[in-house]
C-alpha cells in the first residue's frame, strides 16, 4: 500500500485506483506540512 501511494505520489503509476491516489495525496500533504514545520523551527 505504500509503494502504490508512493508511486502515484511520483506519477510512475497511471493505473492506481482512485483510493490510492487520494492516499498518495494525503501523504504529500503531510510530508509536506512537516518539512515546512521543521524548515520553521528550525529542528
Request: aromatic share 2%; hydrophobic share 35%; glycine share 12%.
Amino acid at each position: 500500500m505504500i509503494r502504490c501511494s508512493t508511486e502515484t505520489m511520483l506519477g510512475m503509476s497511471v493505473d492506481a485506483p482512485e483510493v490510492c491516489k487520494g492516499l498518495a495525496g494525503r501523504l504529500g500533504q503531510m510530508m509536506a506540512s512537516l518539512v515546512e514545520r521543521e524548515t520553521r523551527y528550525g529542528r
